[in-house]
């Protein structure tokens, strides 16, 4: 038997690096680890944008662990923006380091700074942080910027947005004796680079032709649902995914995500929320149950869940969609790792329609609208039940469009409606624009008494012809 010299062995990189990428069953280096580690060896400044999923992570990592030497000086400064994403960067650097010996410490804020600050006094090598408790530490007198060499940007499209780039920047130039700058993220907008020129000398850019396709390979579909149905909607795809599957559920607020764990119970399905506001070790909890697979389901807000790393996650949906079209891009990445198969499920009200024919065309996407999956076979009724939503076939006045089937009736269409008004006692104003043909009468009813008139209608005959009434879609 032979055997062959895999992608990573023909790197040689330090002995514990290569052990540990050994143990850990990696066997080939991800495509963007393979078009920017050799160049972050050989020192030069990075711009890697590859899609989420992609293994960014050790395409820093691994060139950053050759890099650093254990000397208690930090050497390495990478700034995340939450502090899930720094926990889970320095997680994945202390395995990729083997036994190499680094101190990484995880520097981030809303927990005990007297801690950490005492750990970085105690001798630190890399450090993965939040940018604003690098600042605080650093103020501080317990971060020293001065020995950092290496200057990394995780999620960069992020870091050097609008909110943390007066931050970022601040680190930035504390680090005067920077030698190279690496920057990552699944999606480089045009302001990004701009601003990301700062930062840079004469950077390498790994964007190839391959990686410029962001959106992952996942069975993307929208479901035409109202405010009202989400909540049927979302039980009919939990009750078909199955007992391995996990479920990543985004919503836009935080009060929302509370509210769907809340109304998921009710109806039980077991989930768990996922928000800013939660002490960060509750949060820490919920992640490390989800990656095991104790958590099912899991309801989210973006900011929540950003480059959350769990492989085993099924199904993405958008219970609302969100107003930033990369951020659509950055949820369904949750799903569909490495080559796993995933789907994702965007649920899309009246008011949402736009969001997704933007997010379409941005990203050059077909998502077709289907049904939701219909009940699993032996299931007889709805885990929640569908129930009236007016809002959703209403128009911006108000008014529903409900046919009324004439049946032979020779009836105006004046004393039709008047016939309505007066059985179901409701005022004219009611009563919007009508259209007739041969076999029918459409009618238009304010969403406030639709309802109730089709209730009535339906009860009595017109001159014994039942009308019929019914709902147009919009
Ligand atoms: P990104 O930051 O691009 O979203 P991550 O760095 O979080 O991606 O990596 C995604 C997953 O892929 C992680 O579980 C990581 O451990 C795994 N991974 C990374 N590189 C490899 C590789 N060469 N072979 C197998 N798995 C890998
Ligand atoms: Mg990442």
Redesign the pocket.
Known sequence: MTTSSTGFDKWDLEEPISSAIRE???????E??VESVPHARKGRDIVGQ??????????FGIPILEKCKVSGKIQAIILCPTRELAV?VSE?LSILQGKKGLAIQTVYGGTDLEKQAKKLNEGTDIVVGTPGRVIDMSKRGHLNLETVSLFCL?EADRMLDMGFFPDVLWIFEKTVNRSQTLL?S?TFPEEVLDAAEEFLRDPVHVMSEDLVVEVPEIDQYAVRVGRANKLWALGRIIGNAGDDSQILIFSNTKRMVDLIVERLGKFRFNSVGLHGDMPQNKREKILNSFRDGSEKIVVATDVAAR?L?V?GITHVINYDLPDDTEVYVHRI?RTG??GRRGESWSFVSGKEVQSIDRICSTWGLTIPFVEPPSLPAGVERDFVPRRDDWEEVSDAFGMVCVRMSLGGSEKTRREIVDWIVSEARIPEIAIGETYMDSESLIVEIHVEKVAYVIDVIKGRKMDGVSLNPEIVNA
């Open positions: 850990r069953g990696w066997t080939e280096p991800t963007i680890q590859a899609r989420t999923g992609s293994g960014k992570t050790a395409a889970q994945e995780d990552f699944a480059g790393d492989d990445g790792r490495m």
